[in-house]
């Protein structure tokens, strides 16, 4: 891997550790609910873009990372990760040709299931109810996708990373 290679890895780096600030980043009261995953956005933005350097790897240690930013069971993030790069890794060819609208609505398949795993693990620890407010990072996560993925392409090609 050339110099060049290294540094623009590392700005992927930045946008994940960014990512992760705005994860952990205190909401006022209960605009908390809306906060999306956005570690999960990056992370799908850099898998279809980039897939042979961000993957399932990379899922799961930013997915470990994440649980123990936010306090929780150690492993179930990087396990929904996992799960959902996967996903994009193996349909990324596909994804990549499909307009904005269409690649919305596979994020936000990709973020419901993500939610759903979180809710299936957490109900194994103890029984749990299913609240409005579990739907709503989905919903906001989708409507950041266009911005996200506009802002991460902006640094792909200013940075001609491949």
Known sequence: MQLNNYAGFFRVILTLVFAMCLRIAPWP????AF???WVLLVLIYWSLAIP???GI????I???LTDVLTGRLLGQYALAY???IYICIKLHKRLRRFPML????FVFFCLLLSQLLLFFIKNLQHPAQLHASFWLPVFTGTLCWP???GVLRFVRLSRRLS
Request: charged share 15%.
């Open 52 to 54: 042979d350097r961000v």
């Open 62 to 64: 930013f997915g470990l």
């Open 147 to 149: 911005l996200v993925y």
């Open 29 to 32: 009261g209960e605009m908390a």
């Open 82 to 84: 996992s799960l959902v």
């Open 102 to 105: 269409q690649q919305g609505l």
């Open 57 to 60: 790897f990379h899922a799961w």
């Open 35 to 37: 906060n999306p995953d």
